[in-house]
């Protein structure tokens, strides 16, 4: 039964990992443009900040909650950031590439972190999955043991990682077959992003 919370842990991590998001498309766009080693590295720190922000919301899940309710505008600005982000992407053209002298590299370990924990819909998210588990007797909290607490952040990070990999590897394997895949990826991407968007607006008017 113990094992049970560190199932659920990778089907929810699972879950919120698959829509396309800022890790998912930073790890893509590493794999594409540089190797699947070096977006690996980003996949294990957004699985870090996973835990961080499934951790909070588990801490505040009432309070978080009813901060969002009462503060329309943090939703509102949440959907003009992805149209806007997702529309810079479709009109976006992709630059041929020149060679920089003392060029700067930024820590993978440190951008998959930061856009793994800056990230509202995410938390949301955690928010409502843990109202969907405390509501099927699956009780969970910070009272709850340690071991299952322990099996469940364990499975929730497993999941992040395991579904980042996934997108890593069929970057590798789109890579190989399509030309221009940049250009395709940001179109896509970006038609997501808008998507995702309308969806989020759809819901606010309701």
């Given at each position: 039964?113990?094992?049970?919370?560190?199932?659920?842990?990778?089907?929810?991590s699972?879950?919120?990992?698959?829509?396309?998001?800022?890790?998912?498309?930073?790890?893509?766009?590493?794999?594409?443009?540089?190797?699947?080693?070096?977006?690996?590295?980003?996949?294990?720190?957004?699985?870090?900040?996973?835990?961080?922000l499934?951790y909070?919301?588990?801490?505040?899940?009432?309070?978080?909650?009813?901060?969002?309710?009462?503060?329309m505008?943090?939703?509102?600005?949440?959907?003009?950031?992805?149209?806007?982000?997702?529309?810079?992407?479709?009109?976006?053209?992709?630059?041929?590439?020149?060679?920089?002298k003392?060029?700067?590299?930024?820590?993978?370990?440190?951008?998959?972190?930061?856009?793994?924990?800056?990230?509202?819909?995410?938390?949301?998210?955690?928010?409502?999955?843990?109202?969907?588990?405390?509501?099927?007797?699956?009780?969970?909290?910070?009272?709850?043991?340690?071991?299952?607490?322990?099996?469940?952040?364990?499975?929730?990070?497993?999941?992040?990682?395991?579904?980042?990999?996934?997108?890593?590897?069929?970057?590798?394997?789109?890579?190989?077959?399509?030309?221009?895949?940049?250009?395709?990826?940001?179109?896509?991407?970006?038609?997501?992003?808008?998507?995702?968007?309308?969806?989020?607006?759809?819901?606010?008017?309701?």
């Open positions: 039964m113990i094992v049970l919370y560190f199932l659920i842990g990778i089907l929810a699972v879950i919120g990992a698959l829509p396309l998001g800022a890790s998912n498309i930073a790890v893509i766009n590493t794999t594409i443009k540089q190797n699947a080693k070096q977006a690996f590295k980003i996949a294990i720190a957004a699985g870090l900040a996973e835990v961080v499934s909070y919301a588990l801490h505040c899940n009432m309070v978080v909650r009813d901060f969002f309710d009462r503060n505008w943090i939703q509102i600005l949440i959907v003009v950031i992805l149209m806007a982000v997702g529309s810079f992407l479709i009109f976006r053209k992709v630059k041929a590439k020149t060679p920089k003392n060029k700067i590299t930024s820590s993978k370990y440190v951008t998959g972190f930061l856009l793994g924990i800056l990230n509202p819909p995410v938390l949301i998210y955690w928010i409502v999955a843990f109202g969907i588990i405390n509501n099927n007797d699956l009780m969970l909290s910070l009272g709850s043991p340690l071991v299952v607490l322990f099996l469940f952040f364990a499975g929730v990070y497993l999941g992040k990682l395991l579904t980042l990999y996934i997108y890593s590897k069929f970057s590798i394997a789109i890579k190989n077959k399509v030309q221009n895949i940049t250009l395709v990826i940001n179109k896509v991407t970006g038609v997501l992003l808008i998507i995702i968007g309308i969806a989020q607006a759809i819901k606010l008017s309701f």
